[in-house]
């Protein structure tokens, strides 16, 4: 069984903090991380995936097999990055399809 | 390029009845796949639709079914609804690839289905 947990439902931080959202996974096979973002009144996007390995909107994720975790960082928040964030799963052995969710985290970067 | 598209985007049904829900993938998608989303049980995975095949499915009764058709829309019914299925109905499309590494996966606005 494959099991995504966000242990912070709510996250609250000021413009300019850094910001870590958290994410704990159990997966026994190969796993593929995701961080899903949906904004305010917007549809659930993509946001960044472990293999890309990049930066996207300053936000970067390491995948921690040792830990089993795939947080979300960013240096710098912004207001504009206030919004529900959701980690990912998929399992090699299955279609990518087939995403396991974490609940989500609602940030909101204050003024 | 269009969005995934789901239609209706609301829907008001009662306990007994049926639904069905539709989704336009984005054009050259393959993969359909729809979730549920609910305040207590957040996004679980329903089914997967590639090529009019249901590659994949997930813990739900057999009263949630799909399909797909040639030009890769696809339908999600729900028989004999009870109260807990009022969700939002996301759908999902990609490319198809096995691995979502080449193959994200793109999603509609969802349909928010009230049984009462």
């Known amino acids: 069984a494959q099991r995504v947990t966000q242990p912070e439902k709510l996250l609250s931080v000021f413009k300019g903090a850094p910001v870590e959202l958290k994410c704990n996974y159990s997966y026994s096979g190969s796993p593929e991380l995701f961080w899903y973002v949906q904004y305010s009144r917007q549809r659930l996007q993509l946001l960044l995936r472990h293999i890309s390995r990049e930066s996207i909107k300053g936000f970067t994720a390491d995948l921690n097999k040792g830990e089993t975790s795939f947080h979300l960082k960013k240096p710098f928040a912004q207001e504009e990055d206030s919004a529900m964030y959701y980690c990912a799963l998929s399992g090699l052995e299955t279609s990518g399809s087939r995403l396991t969710f974490g609940e989500g985290t609602q940030l909101t970067v204050n003024p | 390029k269009a969005g995934v598209t789901q239609t209706p985007r609301y829907l008001i049904k009662t306990r007994g009845q049926q639904v069905t829900l539709s989704c336009s993938p984005i054009s050259g998608h393959r993969s359909v796949s729809w979730y549920q989303q609910t305040p207590g049980q957040g996004l679980q995975f329903l089914f997967e639709?590639?090529?009019?095949?249901?590659?994949n499915k997930g813990n739900f009764p057999g009263r949630f079914s799909g399909r797909q058709f040639s030009n890769s829309r696809s339908e999600m019914n729900v028989s004999t609804l009870e109260l807990g299925d009022s969700a939002l109905y996301l759908c999902?499309?990609?490319?198809?690839?096995?691995?979502?590494?080449?193959?994200?996966?793109?999603f509609g606005n969802g349909t928010r289905l009230t049984v009462t």
């Open positions: 999902a499309s990609s490319l198809g690839a096995w691995s979502s590494y080449n193959s994200p996966l793109h």
């Open positions: 639709y590639f090529s009019e095949t249901q590659r």
